[in-house]
């Protein structure tokens, strides 16, 4: 079994930054991909970033240019680096191993 356990949410302030971490541990077959999701209160989970094995990224459109997405192969970590933050991105975010398992999950709230 997977485990994925993320770390570097909190509170700050619009304009902050924040950096995510998530390290995988565990039954780890070969990754591929790696995800970083978020919900906010009352909003269905939506997909926030992604990284293939190879580096390339996808980002949604609403954190592009703020945002960015990087992992460590060795470690199996994954970071998603959060600039310009707005209050639109408080959320609870989880990172993701399609097909292995999600984090837990770590809150991100941005004042205004």
């Known amino acids: 079994q997977v485990r994925l356990a993320e770390s570097g949410g909190g509170l700050v302030q619009a304009g902050g930054s924040l950096r995510l971490s998530c390290a995988a541990s565990?039954?780890?077959?070969?990754?591929?991909?790696m995800n970083w999701w978020r919900q906010a209160p009352g909003k269905q989970r939506e997909l926030v970033a992604s990284?293939?094995?190879?580096?390339?990224?996808y980002y949604v459109d609403s954190v592009k240019g703020r945002f960015t997405i990087s992992r460590d192969n060795a470690k199996n970590t994954v970071y998603l680096q959060m600039n310009s933050l707005k209050a639109a991105d408080t959320a609870v975010y989880y990172c993701?191993?399609?097909?292995?398992?999600w984090g837990q999950g770590t809150q991100v709230t941005v004042s205004s």
């Open positions: 993701r191993i399609p097909g292995q398992g």
């Open positions: 565990g039954s780890i077959f070969s990754i591929n991909d």
């Open positions: 990284i293939t094995s190879s580096g390339s990224t």
